[in-house]
């Protein structure tokens, strides 16, 4: 019982922490490309996953009337977040910084996906960290050229 009580509270907000981290890099990378509609878009997708991972470390168990705002907070930030990285997946594609499968891989990374089939929505931000990491490399190679 503690394991698993152990579980949901610390695993269970590893996924939007990580996809949170994502984000950041991704608007590092291309806050430049994709201008100002990218970084409404990368404050509200941060700001969901935020909401998301305090209402699933608060340990909701609809007990009381604050569990159930709780869960209230938790369904409005899934489905604002649902929405709000695919977009974020479509100025990725059209901003050309990283390759194209990653703006896919952002949009099958949405929280939806994630909730209902998890290993899809985490080997989602896997490729995305990884595509990430590539072209973070790439940038400073060729930094180093210019110099």
């Known amino acids: 019982m503690y394991i698993d009580s152990f579980a949901s ?3 269970v907000p590893l996924l939007p922490v990580g996809a949170a981290a994502g984000i950041v890099a991704l608007h590092v990378l291309q806050r430049e490309r994709y201008g100002m509609p990218g970084t409404i878009v990368t404050l509200i997708s941060l700001i969901s996953l ?3 991972v305090g209402a699933l470390a608060s340990g909701v168990n609809f007990a009381t009337i604050s569990d ?3 869960f209230t907070v938790l369904g409005w930030s899934l489905l604002v977040g649902t929405f709000s990285i695919p977009v974020l997946g479509s100025l990725t594609i059209t901003a050309r910084v990283l390759p194209r499968w990653c703006g896919v891989a952002l949009m099958f990374g949405c929280p939806l996906i994630a909730v209902l089939v998890a290993p899809v929505g985490g080997a989602a931000w ?3 960290g990884y595509a ?3 072209a973070a490399g790439r ?3 060729q930094r180093s050229r210019v110099r």
Do not use: K, M
């Open 139 to 141: 940038q400073t190679e």
């Open 9 to 11: 509270g610390f695993f």
């Open 132 to 134: 990430v990491l590539q």
């Open 50 to 52: 935020a909401l998301v």
């Open 126 to 128: 896997v490729f995305v």
């Open 68 to 70: 159930c705002a709780c």
